[in-house]
């Protein structure tokens, strides 16, 4: 008579079978493993390289290659400090700029499929809300009324602007006509009009003028 333990271990038996070396969820087929100890390298840019924007709002372009595992993720920052959570990996993203107008950088940091962290990269950009103020007027030295000509303007801007781009065809002058256009700096340009004869001169910005100094 076979005692009951024993007929229940012989009723209960279990039969593994394992795949043969080679097939699909083998040992063989699956043994690989990829090593990756090499941080991913990567670039940014704001606004496609743009030096100034006007809006917080900013596009950034990015590029990153890891040659082993694969780019996994990525992640921003304002200042290094307070970072934003990781994302999936992509070659453009949106970013929105903090504070006041000013120098603003934006900083990335890249990571691969095995866990690697890339060093952080970064570019700057020029935040600036604050229009510019043009002025155009006649100059300093000019007498008002005066009794010859050449009558003398003045184009000035309280910061600095592409006034170089202004020419004659961005200027309209009435009761005389233009001699020269001086812009010899960024923020101020000598104008010379010949009076057309006794009355008043005058000089305004163009209605179809499409200089970026004069443009608001």
Same mark, same amino acid.
């Given at each position: 008579?076979?005692?009951?333990?024993?007929?229940?271990?012989?009723?209960?038996? $279990?039969?593994?079978?394992?795949?043969?070396?080679?097939?699909?969820?083998?040992?063989?087929?699956?043994?690989?493993?990829?090593?990756?100890?090499?941080?991913?390298?990567?670039?940014?840019? @704001?606004? $496609?390289?743009?030096? =100034?924007?006007?809006?917080?709002?900013?596009?950034?372009?990015?590029?990153?290659?890891?040659?082993?595992?694969?780019?996994?993720?990525?992640?921003?920052?304002?200042?290094?400090?307070?970072?934003?959570?990781?994302?999936? =990996?992509?070659?453009?993203?949106?970013?929105?700029?903090?504070?006041?107008?000013?120098?603003?950088?934006?900083?990335?940091?890249?990571?691969?499929?095995?866990?690697?962290?890339?060093?952080? =990269?970064?570019?700057? @950009?020029?935040?600036?809300?604050?229009?510019?103020?043009?002025?155009?007027?006649?100059? !300093?030295?000019?007498?008002?009324?005066?009794?010859?000509?050449?009558?003398?303007?003045?184009?000035?801007?309280?910061?600095?602007?592409?006034? $170089?781009?202004?020419?004659?065809?961005?200027?309209?002058?009435?009761?005389?006509?233009?001699?020269?256009?001086?812009?010899?700096?960024?923020?101020?340009?000598?104008?010379?009009?010949?009076?057309?004869?006794?009355?008043?001169? !005058?000089?305004?910005?163009?209605?179809?003028?499409?200089?970026?100094?004069?443009?608001?």
């Amino acid at each position: 008579c076979i005692p009951s333990r024993q007929r229940w271990r012989a009723t209960n038996a $279990a039969t593994l079978t394992l795949p043969s070396p080679g097939a699909v969820s083998s040992l063989g087929a699956n043994k690989a493993l990829v090593v990756d100890t090499t941080a991913p390298t990567g670039s940014i840019s @704001i606004n $496609a390289g743009a030096t =100034y924007t006007k809006v917080a709002g900013v596009t950034l372009t990015l590029s990153a290659a890891d040659a082993t595992s694969g780019m996994s993720q990525m992640r921003f920052s304002g200042d290094t400090v307070a970072w934003g959570a990781w994302t999936a =990996y992509a070659a453009s993203a949106s970013f929105t700029l903090a504070g006041s107008d000013g120098t603003k950088s934006v900083y990335v940091q890249f990571s691969d499929l095995a866990g690697n962290t890339s060093a952080t =990269y970064s570019d700057t @950009i020029v935040y600036d809300t604050t229009a510019p103020v043009v002025s155009l007027a006649q100059a !300093s030295t000019q007498r008002d009324p005066s009794t010859g000509t050449p009558v003398l303007f003045a184009l000035t801007a309280n910061e600095a602007l592409a006034l $170089a781009t202004v020419t004659s065809a961005d200027l309209s002058i009435t009761g005389g006509t233009l001699s020269s256009l001086d812009c010899a700096t960024t923020t101020a340009c000598a104008i010379v009009v010949t009076a057309s004869g006794d009355g008043t001169v !005058s000089i305004a910005p163009s209605p179809s003028q499409s200089a970026p100094a004069l443009m608001s």
